[in-house]
């Protein structure tokens, strides 16, 4: 991932209804959730949400697939480590960093 990529995703995510959104596609995983399961869960009209998922698509953070009649939106798991590696490519300075070993790392 490089800058610019980096700084669509975080501007995507930087808005409370995208990051619900993208968390609860997160959650819902491979099956994916259609825009009215995904209003219906987050209690926004379907338009508001359609804005929201436009977005995020536009970022690479979500996909869309056509099933039938359907639209199904999927968290695109790829793009966000990508995200994350991006934004931790450089902690412990360099060094391997093992999370899971207390004070292994003093920036993580």
Same mark, same amino acid.
């Given at each position: 991932?490089?800058?610019?990529? %980096?700084? #669509? #995703?975080?501007?995507?995510?930087?808005?409370?209804?995208?990051?619900?959104?993208?968390?609860?596609?997160?959650? %819902?995983?491979?099956?994916?959730?259609?825009?009215?399961?995904? #209003?219906?869960?987050?209690?926004?009209?379907?338009?508001?949400?359609?804005?929201?998922?436009? %977005?995020? %698509?536009?970022?690479?953070?979500?996909?869309?697939?056509?099933?039938?009649?359907?639209?199904?939106?999927?968290?695109?798991?790829?793009?966000?480590?990508?995200?994350?590696?991006?934004?931790?490519?450089?902690?412990?300075?360099?060094? &391997?960093?093992?999370?899971?070993? &207390?004070?292994?790392? #003093?920036?993580?």
């Amino acid at each position: 991932m490089n800058e610019d990529h %980096a700084v #669509a #995703a975080l501007g995507a995510l930087a808005h409370p209804q995208r990051l619900r959104t993208f968390r609860a596609l997160v959650v %819902a995983g491979l099956p994916g959730l259609t825009p009215s399961v995904l #209003a219906e869960q987050l209690g926004v009209a379907r338009n508001a949400l359609s804005f929201h998922l436009k %977005a995020l %698509a536009h970022a690479g953070l979500v996909t869309v697939e056509q099933q039938g009649r359907n639209l199904i939106y999927r968290a695109d798991y790829s793009r966000m480590n990508g995200l994350l590696g991006y934004l931790t490519e450089h902690c412990c300075q360099g060094e &391997p960093c093992d999370v899971n070993v &207390p004070g292994a790392c #003093a920036t993580c």
